[in-house]
């Protein structure tokens, strides 16, 4: 079963990754179908003996064989399409995270909430809990309130970094000089891990990212601790 779950998508934590899912099951089972016709037609070929010398052209069957993708194509590109407007959307954001990938950790502003800043940095394996992943946990995680519209800005000190966040279906550039902006709402509690998908130096598998989902609440509350 462990092996199996590691060949899978991560269980979503936002309605966007929960579309991106679907997009996902629905491209495989139109490629299933696709395998499963041409894999019966080079069979059927394979095995009987029938030939026809003199078979110079088939309009009918080659007009077929050209819609046929085209049409599955359409059916492909356009929940694609969708897709791709949805996650450039920005809808009233209520929270704005500012990031900013060094070479190699994280540094995080709440700009618009008693400017809060703190850097986070992967917890070396000497001070790691029981109930905490190597290589995953950091030493301050990112802390947002779930339902809530989040809007994240990212951007670069030194070189090309990539804030991901596979459960949520959020992959945002780090570039220096430049603010690249994303959005997310996360749908229930819980703990989010990620990393930088970008080869960014010697260190660039150390620098990871853990979002702490919980109530509004609690958010202000550690808000106010700050």
């Known amino acids: 079963m462990a092996t199996w779950g590691n060949l899978t998508l991560q269980d979503a934590m936002s309605p966007l990754m ?5 997009f996902h099951d629905h491209t495989l089972m139109i490629l299933l179908m696709i395998t ?18 003199y078979l110079l052209e088939g309009q009918t ?3 077929i064989w050209t819609l046929m993708p085209a049409v599955t194509l359409i059916f492909i590109a356009l929940p694609s399409l969708h897709l791709l407007y949805l996650i450039d959307e920005v809808n009233n954001p209520s929270i704005t995270l500012k990031t900013i990938g060094h070479q190699w950790y994280w540094s995080y502003e709440y700009s618009d909430m008693n400017n809060v800043e703190f850097d ?3 917890k070396p394996l000497n001070e790691l809990n029981n109930n905490e992943f190597r290589l995953l946990d950091v030493d301050n995680r990112v802390v947002l309130p779930f ?5 994240v800005l990212v ?7 990539s804030w991901a966040v596979p459960a949520l279906g959020i992959k945002i550039d780090a570039i220096p000089g430049r603010l ?11 703990l989010l891990y990620g990393q930088c998908s970008e080869i960014c130096g010697a260190n660039h598998s150390f620098m990871p990212i853990v ?16």
């Open 120 to 122: 986070s940095y992967m």
């Open 18 to 22: 929960e579309q991106l899912i679907f």
């Open 36 to 53: 499963i016709m041409v894999s019966y037609i080079m069979i059927s070929i394979m095995s009987n003996k029938y030939i026809n010398r």
């Open 155 to 161: 951007t670069a000190a030194d070189v090309l970094h």
């Open 147 to 151: 339902n809530m519209q989040i809007r």
């Open 211 to 226: 979002i702490e989902s919980v109530p509004t609440n609690k958010f202000i509350n550690w808000l106010n601790s700050n």
């Open 180 to 190: 690249n902006q994303g959005t997310f709402k996360m749908s229930r509690p819980g």
């Open 61 to 63: 069957i080659e007009f």
